[in-house]
C-alpha cells in the first residue's frame, strides 16, 4: 500500500516561544551598552518579560486577527447622533493595553527612559506594527507640551501613565490618555506652512475654534491631538501655530471632530488613519502664535526616531524569520543555513539589521544624557537616520521573504506583513527628500551639530582604514554645500552609513564590524543582498542573528 500522501516534513515550525529581546544579542548589548549598571537587572528582566510575550503564539495570534479584522468607522448611533468612533478589534486593545503598560509612552518619567523604552519598542513593534503609532504619537507629544509649563503639567502625568483607559471620556477622570497628530493637509503634504486650516480666537484666553480639513490624522480614537491651523492675525501675531484638540470636552461633550473617511492602506492595516474636519472645533493653544512648527518639532523629532527603531524592529523580525527557516529547512543534501550562497544573503541581511539597531538605540541613549554635545548630535543624527534605516527596512523584508521560497509569499508566514508594512516609516514624519533635506538645513545653520558628529565618529579613528577613508571621503563632499540640493540624499546616506560603521567598529563583534566595512563602506559588496566577499566569517555573522535562547 502506498504511504500517505499527506506525511509533513522538511517543514520548519513556527517562530513562536521565543524570548525576542533576549535572543537579540545586538539588542541586548545595546542596552548593556548604554545603561546604568544599577539599573541593568532591573531592565533587563522587564525586557525579557516583555520579549517572551512579544514571542508567544497568543500575541502573535492576536497581531494576526488586529490586521485581519481592521478597524471600522461608525459616524453616527443607533439614533443618528453624530459621534465619530473608530471600532477596533479586541486584539487590537490587547495589544495597545500591554504597549501601554510595557511604559511605552513613558520614557520621560523613567530612569534610563528612552534606552529602556527604545528597546521596548523595537521589540513590540515586531508583533504588530499597527499599534506602534499611538504608542509613538503620546510618547512624543510630551516635549511639545513642555514648550507650555501649564500644559504639560495638566496633561504630562496622564500620557505618561502605564493605564491604558480605552473610553471616550474627558481627560480629567481618566487614569492614562493616548495623543495623535494632525500636520498634513491635502493641498500641502509635507509643506506645512500652506496649511489653510484656520483658528480664530475666543473669549477665553489661549482658546480657539478651528476650522479645516486634515488629510491624515493617525489614530483618531485618541484623547487628544496635536494640530497646525493659522491663527487669525488678531490678537497677536498670527501663523502656523500649534494647538492640543481634545476628543471629548471638560463638560463630557464631544468636541466637534468630524471623521469623513479611513485610509485604505496598503500595510499598517490594525491602525486606524482618517481624514478629519474641524466646524468650530475647540483648541487650546500651544506655545506662541506663528512658532507652531517650532512647537511641534519637538515631537516630530521624537516621532522621527520611533521610525528609526520601528524599521530596525521590523528588520529584526524579518531576519530572525529568514534565518530560523534556513536553520531548519534543508535542500539538497543539507541545511540551508550551510549553503554558502545562502549564508550569504543571511548574513548581509543580518548587517543591516544589527546596524540599524545599534544606531538607533546609540540615539536614544543620546536623549538620555541631555548634555549639548548629545542635542548638537540628535540634530544631525536623527533626520539622517530616520532617511536611510527606513529605506533600507524595505528591501530587508522583501530579501527575507525571499529566502522562505514560497513560503515566504504566503500570508500565514506573516511575511507578507512585514513587507507590506516596510515602506511606511520612510514615509511617516517626512518622506525620504524631507530628512535629506532637513540634513542640509543642519549643516548650513548649526556647524555644532556637525562638530557633535565629527567627535562621535572620530572616535573609532584607527580602528579600520575602510571606515577612516570613508569618513575623509565623507568630509570632502561636505567641503562645499554649493548647490548641494541634488545630492542631500547622498549625503544623508553617507552620514548615516560612517556613523553605523564607527558604532559597529566600536561596539559590535570583529566579525560583524569587519564585514560591514567591507561591504558598506569599502565597496566589496555588491547592490543586491548576498554579494559579500567569501573570505569574511559569514557563519558567526548568521549565528549571532539566530534567534535561539
Known sequence: MAGSTHTVDNQPEPLTGYDVFSTDRALVAAVERHLDPDLLGEVREELSALGRSAGSAQLQEWGVQANAFPPRLRTHDRYGRRIDEVEFHPAWHRLLGKGVAAGLTAAWTRPGGHVRRAAGFLVWSQVEAGNGCPLSMTHAAVPALR???????????????????????????????????????????????????????????????????????????????????????????????????????????????????????????SNASAEVEFDGTWARRVGEEGRGVATIMGMVAATRLDCVLGSAGLMRQAVAQAVHHCTYREAFGGRLVDKPLMR???????????????????????????GEHERALLRIAVPAAKYWVTKRCAPVAVEAAECLGGNGYVE??????????????????????????????????????????????????????????????????????????????????????????????????????????????????????????????????????????
Request: overall charge negative; aromatic content about 6%.
Open 147 to 269: 514648550t507650555d509649563p501649564e500644559l504639560a503639567a495638566e496633561w504630562e502625568p496622564r500620557l505618561t501613565s502605564m493605564i491604558y483607559d480605552r473610553e471616550p471620556r474627558p481627560a480629567q477622570l481618566k487614569a492614562g490618555v493616548l495623543f495623535g497628530m494632525g500636520m498634513t493637509e491635502k493641498q500641502g503634504g509635507s509643506d506645512v506652512r500652506a496649511n489653510t486650516t484656520v483658528a480664530h480666537p475666543l473669549a477665553e484666553a489661549g482658546t480657539y475654534a478651528l476650522t479645516g480639513h486634515k488629510w491624515f490624522c493617525s489614530a483618531p480614537m485618541s484623547d487628544a491631538f496635536l494640530v497646525l491651523a493659522q491663527a487669525a492675525p488678531e490678537p497677536g501675531t498670527g501663523g502656523l501655530t500649534c494647538f492640543l484638540v481634545p476628543r471629548v470636552l471638560a463638560d463630557g461633550s464631544r468636541n466637534v471632530f468630524l471623521i469623513q473617511r479611513l485610509k485604505d492602506k496598503l500595510g499598517n492595516r
Open 344 to 370: 550569504n544573503v543571511l548574513a548581509d541581511l543580518a548587517l543591516e539589521s544589527e546596524a540599524a539597531t545599534t544606531l538607533a538605540l546609540r540615539l536614544a541613549a543620546a536623549y538620555d544624557d541631555g
Open 412 to 549: 500565514e508566514s506573516g511575511l507578507p506583513r512585514l513587507v507590506r508594512e516596510s515602506p511606511l516609516n520612510s514615509i511617516w514624519e517626512g518622506a525620504g527628500n524631507v530628512q535629506a533635506l532637513d540634513v542640509l538645513r543642519v549643516l548650513r545653520r548649526e556647524p555644532r551639530s556637525l562638530d557633535a558628529y565629527l567627535v562621535e565618529i572620530g572616535r573609532a579613528r584607527g580602528a579600520d582604514h575602510r571606515l577612516d577613508a570613508a569618513a575623509k571621503n565623507l568630509l570632502t563632499e561636505l567641503g562645499s554645500l554649493e548647490g548641494v540640493e541634488g545630492r542631500a540624499r547622498r549625503l544623508a546616506e553617507r552620514i548615516a552609513l560612517v556613523l553605523q560603521g564607527s558604532l559597529l567598529v566600536r561596539f559590535a563583534p570583529p566579525e560583524v564590524a569587519d564585514a560591514f566595512c567591507a561591504a558598506r563602506l569599502g565597496g566589496d559588496g555588491g547592490a543586491a543582498f548576498g554579494t559579500l566577499p567569501s573570505t569574511l566569517d559569514l557563519a558567526s555573522v548568521v549565528e549571532r542573528a539566530r534567534p535561539a535562547e
